[in-house]
């Protein structure tokens, strides 16, 4: 498990952590009883990383000696039900839900799951004009409460899932499959054994995504695979989420154009979704997660950020979630949290 933590509250603009320490007396726990809560919280949640969360650390992280990385953040966030600035990880950013707090289902009838489902939702926001944000997310809804009910009166779609590397699409669109039921075709583990093979094959490294060799001749085969399959579902009048970079396909107008024309004649509508995401958050999860196709990207990181333009956006209508500080997220996770005392 990688370690992405780091020392000296200096470097984490707007960490107070004595917050930490403040919410953990007000929850009457001990270290160890914080620790313990907090690897159970990980697990219930299917968190990848679950924090070992000896008292030792959790010490730390309330001394600030050391930041807490971003699967300790995330399981603090589910123990205490906070955000991040409630929790004094960060400052909030601007028009940032702070104080999002979860009521237990079984206390109260206010309909808590909906509001952190709708909540979570609603990161979904236009990118452009005529991107039609309230749609997608009144698509989602519906198909998460109709998964209960039985049947969905809308026409299918195909959710487009794009950003940068580490910047929480997948964690996004996972979260959309697991409210809708929708199938998720996520391109990594759908086409990495053909990338790596096929890379092999041509004299090249398993593990390389920066070459004109991936970029020339294995990539499109890869994004080839991506959209038949997504075609498959589509043909039979299911719903799919795909998941990848999309960095080319979204941003080339004549593509997308093609693609909304092929899924118009068979009656489904396409929505593209743009994951937006800073630069500290993006080598954080990519360090975390610790690929091996990532290497490339870690040891060149100002080489691989020189590639990288943080303001662009897809040529086409299009949707927006900020995830800037795995804001999105975060509240995905709250939702999770949410619908599993729900349905518990």
Known sequence: MGNTEVTGVGRHLGWRPERLHEQRESHGLTLEQAGERLRAVAEQAKLKGIPAANPQTLWQHEQGEVYPGPHY??????????????????????????????????DSLNGAHVLAVERAIHRISPGSTDAGH??????????????????DPHRPVLILVGGYAGSGKTELARFFVQLTGWPLLDKDPLTRPLVEQLLVALGGDPNDRHTA???????????????????????????????????????????????????????????????????????????????????WKLQRWDEYMATIDLELRPAVPHLVVDNRLGTAVSLADQARQAMGAMYA
């Open 73 to 106: 953040r995330r399981a603090y966030c589910l123990l205490y039900r906070a955000t991040e600035p409630d929790l004094g990880f960060r400052n909030a950013l601007p028009d940032e839900e702070t104080s999002f707090k979860l009521t237990p289902v079984k």
């Open 134 to 151: 309230i749609a997608l997310q009144q698509r989602i809804i519906d198909a998460w409460k109709r998964r209960h009910t039985g049947g």
């Open 213 to 295: 060799l991936y970029r020339e001749k294995v990539r499109p085969v890869e994004y080839d695979c991506l959209m038949q399959s997504a075609m498959a579902n589509i043909k039979c009048g299911i719903s799919t989420v795909l998941s990848a970079p999309f960095i080319s396909e979204m941003t080339d107008s004549d593509w997308m154009q093609r693609l909304a024309n092929r899924a118009g004649a068979m009656g489904v509508d396409v929505f593209p979704v743009w994951v937006r995401c800073d630069e500290e958050s993006m080598r954080e999860y990519i360090t975390f997660r610790s690929a091996a196709r990532d290497a």
